[in-house]
């Protein structure tokens, strides 16, 4: 089966411009969680959705937002960029978001933003 | 949340087992130990993961100690394609928040 799907890649973008990246989750898939990977901070947790609602976010300022459709499709969008949002983007899908720990995440290869 | 300690780099032979370790001494009875691994500029591969018991799949296994305050990720015959940073993790298990906190990692390196 297919597995986790960013898009874009690759992206360049100017300081002060906005960026949405999307993520397809695994088929059946209902938890998208989204990353941030810089050298210097590591992978750092953005937020989780499940059932097209945020369901936990992480330490990140409001200018990093993100919305789930009803096909568990994700989108994270990145207003007035700043350099510092040079990163790499992982987007992670999960059969579910709960109480249990027996679920794995699958990750995508990434969308890595250049702010220019 | 549980935090982890894992030791910053370990080589590996080729074709020797790699023994990767991992503290996680404030860990809750109902925290699951999961490991990733992150090769170059890819998105984190699942591993494994446990509870209590020890855990074997066709990549590795996962030895816990019986008070849980540490693990052991064992990858029986290394592969020059097993060179990657390695994350110990451990999920909290709170209703809504299946987020992953990743330490720094152990970047292992398999050498021929």
């Known amino acids: 089966k297919a597995g986790v799907t960013q898009t874009p890649r690759y992206l360049i973008k100017t300081r002060g411009q906005q960026v949405t990246l999307s993520c397809s989750p695994i088929?059946?898939?209902?938890?998208v969680s989204w990353y941030q990977q810089t050298p210097g901070q590591g992978l750092q947790f953005l937020f989780e959705?499940?059932?097209?609602?945020?369901?936990n976010k992480g330490n990140f300022p409001g200018r990093f937002s993100g919305r789930q459709f009803s096909n568990s499709r994700s989108e994270m969008n990145v207003s007035t960029l700043e350099l510092g949002d040079s990163a790499l983007y992982l987007c992670a899908s999960s059969l579910a978001a709960g109480t249990g720990g027996s679920y794995g995440y699958t990750f995508g290869s990434g969308t890595r933003l250049t702010v220019v | 949340d549980a935090k982890t300690t894992q030791p910053p780099s370990m080589d590996c032979a080729e074709g020797r087992a790699a023994n990767l370790p991992c503290n996680h001494s404030?860990?809750?009875?109902?925290?699951?130990v999961y490991w990733y691994r992150q090769i170059h500029s890819q998105g984190p591969q699942y591993i494994i993961h446990g509870l209590k018991n020890n855990e074997t799949n066709e990549m590795a296994s996962l030895i816990i100690t019986e008070d849980r305050k540490s693990s052991t990720l064992i990858l029986p015959h290394a592969t020059l394609r097993d060179t990657a940073v390695y994350y110990c993790i451990v999920r909290v298990a709170t209703a809504g928040a299946n987020n992953l906190f990743f330490g720094t990692g152990t970047r292992l390196t398999v050498i021929p």
């Open positions: 088929s059946g898939h209902r938890s």
């Open positions: 404030t860990i809750s009875g109902n925290e699951y």
């Open positions: 959705y499940f059932s097209e609602t945020q369901r």
